[in-house]
């Protein structure tokens, strides 16, 4: 396996070595969206398919990555990254509204950045499965945080008194497993519905499971 090639250090055309860096990060990561996500897939994409479609040397990748599943696990890592400052965001901007409209909110910022880009559903859904344990580990750990929000916001609407008082560890491993589950058939056709339906299917089925007996 070859390792990374120590980049050049010092200033060129007015950037230092890290801003070029970056620069050919983002630039290898656009390019790996569009041939993982949209084009053969990362199964069929070799480093120097990446290469020519970033308009960069392999040198120039070496010295940013060592393997081509780098390049995945950092794109995968990326989305993830979007989706969660969305839903970040909708947490704030509902602080202190009741469940329903809450998890609205919520779950519309997570759908419409996951599914604003089919690119990104096949990197989410798709091209991460089967690939490594480590790519496998590296799904599952993100897919646990996901998880691990979902709980504490059970929790969080327990304490209002909006919620059953119960352990929500299942409910909320259970529910992303919809979410996931509901969006990966949605992108690749196989639900008939629009997204704002979609939305409005997860909210009910996380509700239901906060509901109080009686409530």
Request: with cysteine.
């Amino acid at each position: 396996m070859k390792g990374r090639v120590r980049q050049p250090t010092g200033r060129y055309a007015g950037k230092t070595a890290s801003e070029r860096g970056a620069e050919r990060r983002e630039r290898f990561l656009g390019a790996a969206l569009e041939l993982f996500g949209a084009g053969p897939g990362y199964r069929a994409t070799t480093v120097a398919a990446l290469c020519e479609a970033a308009g960069l040397s392999t040198r120039q990748f070496y010295e940013e990555f060592r393997t081509l599943e780098d390049v995945l696990a950092a794109l995968h890592l990326l989305v993830n990254d979007w989706a969660e400052a969305a839903v970040t965001e909708a947490l704030a901007g509902s602080a202190g509204q009741p469940a329903a409209e809450r998890y609205a909110a919520v779950f519309r910022a997570y759908a419409a950045s996951v599914t604003s880009d089919p690119r990104r559903i096949r990197i989410t859904f798709t091209e991460i499965v089967g690939i490594s344990p480590r790519m496998d580990e590296q799904r599952l750990s993100r897919r646990a945080r996901w998880i691990e929000l979902i709980r504490a916001e059970a929790e969080a609407a327990r304490a209002r008194g909006e919620a059953a008082d119960r352990d929500y560890s299942l409910a909320a491993a259970a529910f992303i497993g919809s979410v996931n589950g509901l969006l990966h058939d949605w992108a690749a056709g196989w639900v008939d519905a629009s997204l704002d339906e979609l939305v409005e299917e997860l909210v009910g089925l996380l509700l239901a499971s906060l509901r109080r007996p009686g409530g």
